[in-house]
């Protein structure tokens, strides 16, 4: 998906989201004041303790041999380690500053 897309969200949470993201462009291009939205995706790391990832993993302790599979198992979700975003922040930073 790129960055051009359409955002058509399904969810009121998908949707708040966009929403902060156009009131952060309009707010930029009123008061000119530089602003960048950098979006994760599914964000995880050692000290994750709810969310999507949490459950699966908690699932997995309890039956390492049984796993429910919502859907048809087909599905497709992406992931980013803590130390990478935080690695990818610092840089867009740093970036910015420049420009």
Known sequence: M????LI??????GASKAACE???HAYSELYGI?????RY???VGPRLRHGVVWDFVIK????TKELKV???GKQVRSYAYVGDAIEATMIA???AKRI
């Open 2 to 5: 790129g960055e051009e897309i």
């Open 8 to 13: 058509r969200p399904v969810s009121v949470y």
């Open 34 to 38: 530089r602003s960048m939205v950098l």
């Open 70 to 72: 919502l859907g048809d």
């Open 41 to 43: 995706a599914n964000v």
């Open 22 to 24: 156009n009131l952060i």
């Open 93 to 95: 930073w740093r970036i």
């Open 60 to 63: 997995l302790k309890r039956s």
